[in-house]
């Protein structure tokens, strides 16, 4: 997985939601003084760029068109073969036999919908923290100093 050079002081995060509203308020809700983002609307284009970007945290809805979260995932732990990455479910509590599905799949964390959009990041840096501890804890230092800012 090439691309880009990474920022070592922002974490890669791709968004794959088909809500175009909540796709917005992700964006807003993900500061980008923590996260470098990709935002798709749909499975196929969340594991194109996945393969070309190669994301630290994958937020991935699970009621998707194309392809459902759950495929895109179980293609991305299998046939990419990638565990390093933090997947967290975006899911609504509707969605409850969808998220059964996932289960099993290295999934990291969920979140669900509606969430608070002010401390959706730092959920994810939470989530995220089980994986990469010292990245996770600057980047949340990051997040609280922002916030101090504002």
Same mark, same amino acid.
């Given at each position: 997985?090439? !691309? $880009?050079? #990474?920022? $070592?002081?922002? +974490?890669?995060? @791709?968004?794959? /939601?088909?809500?175009?509203? @909540? +796709? ?6 993900? &500061? ?15 594991? /194109? ?5 190669? &994301?630290?945290? +994958?937020? =991935?809805?699970?009621? =998707? $068109? ?8 179980? /293609?991305?732990? !299998?046939?990419?073969?990638? !565990? ?5 479910? %975006? ?12 289960? !099993? ?7 669900? *919908? &509606?969430?608070?959009?002010?401390? @959706? ?9 089980? #994986? /990469? $501890?010292?990245?996770?804890? *600057?980047?949340?230092?990051? +997040? *609280? %100093? ?5």
């Amino acid at each position: 997985m090439s !691309g $880009p050079a #990474k920022d $070592p002081d922002k +974490l890669r995060i @791709l968004v794959a /939601e088909d809500d175009e509203d @909540l +796709l917005a308020l992700y964006d807003k809700a993900l &500061p980008d003084i923590v996260f470098e983002k990709r935002l798709v609307t749909n499975g196929n284009k969340a594991i /194109e760029v996945y393969e070309k970007w190669g &994301p630290d945290i +994958l937020l =991935m809805d699970i009621v =998707m $068109p194309i392809k459902t979260g759950c495929s895109v995932i179980k /293609e991305i732990r !299998g046939r990419i073969r990638n !565990g390093d990455t933090t997947i967290i479910i %975006s899911t609504s509590m509707d969605d409850m036999e969808e998220v059964e599905e996932c289960s !099993g799949l290295s999934v990291q964390g969920y979140i669900i *919908k &509606p969430f608070n959009y002010k401390k @959706l990041a730092l959920e994810i840096l939470e989530f995220y923290k089980n #994986k /990469e $501890p010292k990245r996770a804890a *600057k980047a949340i230092s990051r +997040l *609280k %100093s922002s916030f101090m800012s504002h």
